[in-house]
């Protein structure tokens, strides 16, 4: 299973970034999926997640919104109304089955950094 994020960069306070994480899987069933960040000299915290339903951390509610495209295998994260404080590399994360070994993974991806200038 490979997580490949794009769509981060920088962008004025206020305004809006999609952000996407493609899944390359193999005899791997996905059981969610979800977008933590990690801003500099911080933990990485979870900002959304999504599998039957979606949860929001409470910074994001109401600004960002997660789907999922399952026919494409393709996670996002529709960032609005953004602030200096959401200034953070963002990572994909899934979880799931290996099928194979009917063992439970979680996968990362490499991150995309996001900058909200004031």
């Known amino acids: 299973v490979r997580l490949v994020e794009s769509g981060g960069g920088l962008v004025q306070a206020g305004g809006s970034l999609r952000l996407s994480c493609a899944a390359s899987?193999?005899?791997?069933?996905?059981?969610?999926m979800g977008w933590y960040r990690q801003a500099p000299g911080k933990q990485r915290e979870s900002v959304a997640e999504i599998s039957g339903s979606t949860t929001y951390a409470d910074s994001v509610k109401g600004r960002f919104t997660i789907s999922r495209d399952n026919a494409k295998n393709t996670m996002y994260l529709q960032m609005n109304s953004l602030k200096p404080e959401d200034t953070a590399v963002y990572y994909c994360?899934?979880?799931?089955?290996?099928?194979?070994?009917?063992?439970?993974?979680?996968?990362w991806g490499q991150g995309t950094l996001v900058t909200v200038s004031s």
């Open positions: 994360h899934a979880g799931g089955v290996d099928i194979m070994s009917a063992k439970y993974l979680e996968v």
């Open positions: 899987v193999s005899a791997f069933s996905i059981n969610k």
